[in-house]
């Protein structure tokens, strides 16, 4: 048994300007803040997208050693690429495997690549790719297979496919069961309503501010868990965010210069492009990854990005490497704030308008992160609260690859290896060795 227990809760896309100026909307969120340590502005990683930042959250680590450099793998020929969805992939050691080694219990809802991971309890996060497959299939075979059965029997009726804002009713319901029966030591929750929300409508829009609501109330329910569970005083809990968002209302379609310069060879009829690239653009929505098969001259390539209407700043691949980038890079490219990047080929123009009407289809969004972590207003943040913790405090500022080594120290776990990101200074209370 652990001395403490602790319960991490992602709200995908809280930023600090969510605690900063809604606080009276969200009484819960505010409770914590008052009774614990607000971490008021953690920056982010490169870049800063959903499957990667959360990785160096639980590794401590940045992509350039954990490996998920993006959310989605370079698959050109298919419009809707696999995700990084698997253990396998993360390289580096995450939290949760430390803690299962020392012997603790851990259970885990929607953290993203974590399929086929070892966690005790687990919902991991996958979607049919394909038009064969289904989502039960798919997710028996990531999850905990009884688990999932157990709990899609129970709460599925909850759920709306993967849609929001009943998917996280769904696994908030499914968290509550999990930490009253099971009363695991380590709990990870993933709630996506917000994120999916600030896609659709915009960064400020009432329906995220709604969506932030909803979570202030299920965050709620899941710290009310703990009281029914009898675990209550021996918990920990740490509400934090991935990344922010950014307005968007133009997209810029790199591949399509690429193709005209005869670096690659568009599919026809389709966005998508064949195999044979030489040159190819990998979003990540705010910045893109350019990688070279052959000899491809950079500095002229330079020039043909830099040209482009939207592009704010190129690094080359070793200041990539140096930013926590993928080492594979040729260039990371980001784009000015409502910009953002698409894998697409054969469209109207490389830099083209979203269409409204189009919004919610494929890769259509008024809003998208992804950008560098340096962008004016960009911060997340996080709300440690619980016996370990400081109470009424406030630190000003952390990176995310901090967080892993903070939980680490709570739960009087090490890390097998050196983490990039330190303990962060004055949230737990001094007598916790
Ligand atoms: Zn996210």
Same mark, same amino acid.
């Given at each position: ?206 329906? !995220? =501010? ?5 979570? +202030? ?5 899941? *710290?009310?868990?703990?009281? &029914?569970? #009898? ?103 980001? !784009? =000015? ?5 698409? +894998? ?5 123009? *490389?830099?083209?308008?979203? &269409?409204? #009407? ?76």
């Amino acid at each position: 048994m652990a001395l403490h227990k602790l319960v991490v809760i992602s709200l995908d896309s809280m930023g600090f300007r969510d605690l900063d100026e809604f606080r009276e909307f969200i009484p819960h969120l505010d409770q914590l803040i008052k009774r614990g340590t607000w971490v008021k502005r953690v920056r982010g990683i490169f870049p800063t997208l959903t499957y990667p930042s959360h990785t160096s959250i639980i590794t401590g680590q940045y992509p350039a050693i954990h490996g998920i450099v993006n959310n989605t793998k370079i698959q050109p020929q298919r419009e809707s690429p696999d995700w990084y969805w698997y253990r396998k992939d993360v390289k580096a050691m995450p939290l949760y495997d430390v803690a299962r080694e020392a012997g603790l219990t851990t259970a885990a809802f929607l953290w993203p690549v974590t399929a086929g991971s070892k966690i005790n309890y687990n919902l991991a996060e996958i979607f049919p790719n394909r038009i064969w497959t289904n989502q039960v299939l798919v997710s028996l075979k990531a999850s905990s297979p009884l688990f999932l059965y157990q709990m899609n029997h129970r709460y599925g009726k909850l759920r709306r496919g993967i849609k929001q804002p009943w998917l996280d009713d769904f696994v908030t319901a499914c968290a509550v069961d999990t930490i009253k029966n099971k009363r695991p030591d380590l709990t990870l929750i993933h709630l996506v309503d917000m994120d999916s929300m600030r896609h659709r409508n915009g960064v400020r829009s009432p329906q !995220a =501010k709604a969506a932030l609501q909803r979570l +202030d109330r299920r965050v709620a329910k899941i *710290i009310q868990a703990s009281r &029914d569970a #009898g675990t209550y005083d021996d918990t920990d809990f740490v509400i934090l965010g991935d990344h922010y968002q950014i307005n968007v209302d133009k997209m810029i379609h790199l591949n399509m210069a690429f193709a005209k310069q005869g670096l690659l060879t568009p599919i026809k009829g389709k966005s998508t492009y064949k195999n044979n690239w030489r040159v190819t653009a990998k979003t990540c929505d705010g910045e893109t990854y350019i990688y070279t098969k052959g000899y491809v001259d950079l500095n002229k390539l330079k020039q043909l990005i830099a040209g482009v209407e939207g592009v704010e700043r190129i690094y080359s691949g070793a200041e990539a490497v140096k930013l926590g980038a993928d080492p594979k890079c040729s260039f990371l490219v980001e !784009a =000015k704030p409502g910009y953002y990047f698409t +894998d697409e080929v054969n469209r109207p123009a *490389i830099v083209e308008k979203v &269409d409204p #009407g189009s919004l919610g289809t494929h890769d259509r969004y008024r809003a998208v992160h992804g950008y560098g972590p340096n962008q004016p207003n960009y911060f997340t943040t996080a709300i440690f609260v619980g016996p370990s913790i400081n109470q009424g405090k406030e630190v000003e500022t952390a990176h995310l690859v901090d967080e892993g080594p903070t939980f680490a120290k709570i739960l009087g776990l090490h890390y097998p290896a050196p983490t990039a990101g330190q303990v962060i200074p004055g949230v737990i209370k001094s007598e916790v060795k």
